[in-house]
């Protein structure tokens, strides 16, 4: 896409985000032009406070679905806009609800602790939802005499068990783009750089981890780099993660880790399907819009307010 018409479409984008009271909320996923146009770019925990605490009549979430769901969770009187529909999650997709409440019926007394990467049915089937920031701060503040069910991602949950010594009953989900990094490859760059951190999410592989300098949310990883006085990064997550590190700290270098194949483009397939022209469309028409049922808002809901109140900063309404 040219220059010019990049330019034309956001000052379409500010008419229209002035024109009907919106907020633009944009994952560091998301592909440089669109955080670049965002009011607000985070990590899932960041844009859920956003979208709880936001005074804007309409929300459009340059993310994925369960994102989405999430931001009309916390504002059920808002319109809650998605560019593309079809954006979805590897997460949601391997933990189908029913498949998943008749695996939990096995595991009656346990306690279960769903990460914000799942669907509404999955956070309404549960009793805390948590991201991989406060995973840990939730964890622990369950009674050491329950067991815990973590569910849907089985190398956070992995990490998670390490990091509080609990014994978590883990449901076998995974991340498509966190999985794929390659251990061998990784090897390589630390060879070739030695002077360079890991750095890397904890949805990563334990072949990835164990060479981890810092592990932690896509804002913990943004928020190391640029603090540390190192000048040179391996990232372990997703490849447009580094616009939103470079744009803070431009003097530095960040080096993706490559793939399996051997490619150090790692983007997530669900979160490129959102456009700058996708923007423009559902600001302009108020569609794709995200709904849920009440009754299903209200059981979803229960499990976040919990994870608020564990953290000490409950939301505004909530």
């Not at 009187?77 to 096995?106: H, I, M, N, Y």
């Not at 805390?128 to 956070?156: G, M, R």
């Not at 009953?169 to 390659?182: A, K, Q, R």
């Not at 080096?255 to 700058?276: R, S, Y």
Request: charged share 25%; hydrophobic share 40%.
């Amino acid at each position: 896409m040219s220059v010019e018409l990049i330019d034309d479409l956001e000052l379409e984008i500010q008419r229209l985000r002035k024109e009907q009271n919106a907020v633009i909320l944009a994952h560091y996923y998301q592909q440089a032009e669109i955080q670049d146009l965002a009011d607000f770019v985070g990590d899932s925990l960041a844009l859920s406070r956003q979208a709880a605490e936001t005074d804007k009549d309409v929300i459009v979430f340059c993310g994925v679905k369960f994102m989405a769901e999430t931001a009309k969770l916390l504002n059920p009187s808002r319109t809650v806009v998605l560019p593309d529909r079809s954006a979805g999650c590897s997460l949601v997709d391997s933990s189908p609800p029913a498949k998943f409440k008749a695996w939990r019926e096995q595991y009656p007394d346990h306690v279960v602790v769903t990460y914000v990467n799942s669907s509404v049915e999955l956070k309404a089937m549960s009793d805390y939802t948590c991201t991989s920031t406060n995973a840990v701060q939730v964890i622990e503040a369950i009674p050491k005499d329950k067991q815990i069910i973590f569910a849907p991602d089985k190398n956070l949950g992995r990490f998670l068990a390490k990091q509080t010594g609990r014994d978590l009953v883990l449901w076998p989900g995974s991340c498509m783009v966190h999985e794929i990094f390659s251990e061998k490859h990784l090897v390589q760059l630390k060879v070739e750089y030695p002077d360079a951190l890991v750095l890397a999410h904890p949805e990563c592989e334990e072949g990835i981890l164990r060479h981890a300098d810092y592990v932690g949310s896509t804002s913990g990883i943004l928020n190391y780099a640029t603090q540390s006085d190192r000048t040179r990064f391996l990232i372990g997550t997703e490849a447009r993660m580094i616009h939103a590190m470079q744009k803070q700290a431009p003097d530095k270098e960040f080096i993706p880790i490559p793939t399996t194949d051997g490619c150090a483009c790692n983007e997530c397939p669900h979160m490129m399907k959102n456009t700058v022209e996708k923007v423009r469309d559902c600001l302009r028409d108020l569609t794709p819009e995200i709904t849920v049922p009440e009754e299903l808002r209200e059981a979803a809901l229960r499990p976040i307010r919990a994870m608020f109140e564990v953290t000490g900063k409950p939301l505004r309404g909530l």
